[in-house]
């Protein structure tokens, strides 16, 4: 089974919070490359400093975290796998 590749909603949550990367990165006091590899899902930052950049931008930090595939609709509830 594979697992799921891990995204982020960075480049939304700044954008609904009119902040840009440079800010965010002077902040963080990371390379703003870093926070674009971020941005695009090229890379991923951690668990804690997802949660640093939700404390900045005053938001949840699932604002930030993308879900890990679709919701189940209720037509797949329904298939009998047995």
């Known amino acids: 089974m594979m697992t799921p590749k891990i995204k982020n909603r960075l480049k939304v949550a700044l954008a609904v919070s009119e902040k840009t990367n440079k800010w965010l990165a002077k902040l963080l006091g990371k390379d703003e490359k870093t926070v674009s590899k971020w941005c695009t899902n090229k890379s991923q930052p951690s668990l804690e400093t997802l949660g640093k950049i ?24 329904e298939v009998n796998y047995g």
């Open 54 to 77: 939700a404390l900045l931008l005053q938001i949840d930090i699932r604002e930030v975290i993308a879900p890990l595939g679709k919701p189940v609709n209720k037509k797949q509830q």
